[in-house]
């Protein structure tokens, strides 16, 4: 509460009890007569700590309450004296005229609104908090009432807050929590991968998506359901993304194919396909100590001939393999069978692969076979 005020003349009676003493309000309503109260306003009294002081108590002061009153001197001519009451309101968020938790399409406009009142005006500042990286906090927007956020992504999904502020403590906070909804993205970490029968291997999908309606694996356009075969797990990834992951096993040649996952929300459908080959055949002609070649036994003399006029009497040798499969890149990738391996994130959400050692020993075995070969 803040008080101004002012005098109509310096001279001060000798005498103030012999001399009548009114307050009036703002209104020019008189609300106290000497020491009196003459109004039926109980929060209004007039105290007097020493005998020459007659000061106007007011309690329980209220916004309506400021204005201009005045003490008049019954003298000749009457004494008045001025003071300006500005009653200062901290700020406060009105709830019911203000923005409550939002969901909002990705695309589309959102308006979050705070509020406020407060003596003086108060000020409304915005911020953001990223829910998703460790509750960073960072000022966002103009200051004002209203914060509006144009064609709206899945990277607003936030929290934001509106903070009014007046000088006059405390200040007022309000939490809006923005929730943007989105189909679903549906991501393969392979695409393609081999394994051999016989064995099991496990395909990983990431799905982000708001909200999540439904995920699966279909095989053939049938959904794939739990069973000794199908082993599905969903794994929550957290920021909206999951992973589905499928361990099929014991793998036979009518496991090999197409395997689509599907996700799919009130929005919409996303899905992707991976292949799944038989990688035995290629798996036995790696591994072979000799790669499947024949032997020829020459006899000493011959070979030295060979040697020294470089060429050879022989036809050419048929059963020497030069065109050696090599698997794509994308079937290097590892399996969940041993060790577990972190590679970098796809999309919001890790892709948890292990290692199971098939492809560095298939190398191992290859540069033996190509050295024996050599050394023949």
Sequence with gaps: M?????????????????????????????????????????????????????????????????????????????????INLIVQVPPKII??????????????????????????????????????????????????????IHNVTRYC???YTCEASNGVPPNSYRKIAVKVL???????????????RGKETILDCMITAVPLGGM????????????????????????NSYTLSIRIIDLNKDDFGEYTCVASNILGEDQETMILYDATAEKEQISSPRGGYVKHNHDKKKNSTIRKNGKSNYPPRTDIRSDIPTPPDDTRSPHR??????????????CRLEWNGRLSLSLVSLFIALLCFYME
């Excluded at 000798?14 to 209104?27: D, E, Q, T």
Aim: glycine content about 8%.
């Design 337 to 350: 069978l041993g060790g577990t391996l972190f590679p970098p994130n796809i999309g919001s959400g890790e």
């Design 216 to 239: 699966s694996w279909e095989r053939n356009g049938i959904t794939l359901k739990k069973s000794w075969k199908y082993r599905i797990e969903p794994y929550d990834e957290s920021g």
């Design 182 to 196: 989105f189909l679903p993205d549906v991501r393969l970490p392979i695409k393609r991968m081999g394994q051999i």
């Design 157 to 159: 999904d936030d929290i």
């Design 2 to 82: 803040e008080m101004e005020s002012e005098t109509s003349d310096s001279a001060v009676p000798y005498s103030l009890n012999s001399r009548g003493i009114v307050w009036a309000n703002p209104k020019a309503i008189t609300v106290t007569l000497q020491d009196r109260r003459i109004t039926d306003d109980s929060r209004i009294s007039v105290e007097r700590p020493t005998t020459t002081s007659w000061n106007l108590h007011i309690r329980e002061v209220e916004p309506s309450d400021g204005g201009i009153y005045s003490c008049h001197i019954n003298t000749s001519p009457v004494k008045v004296k001025r």
């Design 95 to 148: 709830d019911h005229l203000s923005s409550v938790d939002t969901n909002v399409r990705e695309g589309e406009t959102v308006s979050l609104v705070c509020n406020v009142t407060g003596i003086p005006q108060p000020t409304v500042t915005w911020y953001r908090q990223k829910r998703h990286e460790g509750g960073v906090k960072e000022q966002v927007g103009p200051p004002g009432e209203v914060l509006i």
